[in-house]
């Protein structure tokens, strides 16, 4: 199994980013995105459930940030919006077996790609 990210890139605050998560070798029940801001712990941003679709958001990214699958090609995408300072960090997906929200329950993980948001 192997999940590669890609897309991170430096953007002015107010722009829009979006990342991609390409998976290998299987599909999960649920895919998330992390983010580990500079001298901080890692973090939920999200999470997709991949057979119904349905997507959940932490608090501070909810209505700026959309997270979307392409079934065909084993994509999972968070497409970032209005983007502040605070959000910069690397950010990770990874694949759950479940359904958690919780960082500890994901058992594959990308190699992270960085956002840096300029103010």
């Known amino acids: 199994v192997q999940l590669q990210a890609s897309g991170g890139g430096l953007v002015q605050a107010g722009g829009s980013l979006r990342l991609s998560c390409a998976a290998s070798?299987?599909?999960?029940?649920?895919y998330g995105w992390f983010r580990q801001p500079p001298g901080k712990e890692r973090e939920i941003v999200g999470r997709i459930s991949w057979s119904s679709g349905n997507t959940y958001y932490a608090d501070s990214v909810k209505g700026r940030f959309t997270i979307s699958r392409d079934n065909a090609k084993n994509t999972v995408y968070l497409q970032m919006n209005s983007l502040k300072p605070e959000d910069t960090a690397v950010y990770y997906c990874?694949?759950?077996?479940?359904?958690?929200?919780?960082?500890?329950?994901?058992?594959?993980w990308g190699q992270g790609t960085l956002v840096t948001v300029s103010s």
């Open positions: 070798g299987r599909t999960f029940n649920s």
């Open positions: 990874a694949a759950d077996e479940g359904s958690s929200w919780f960082l500890t329950a994901y058992e594959y």
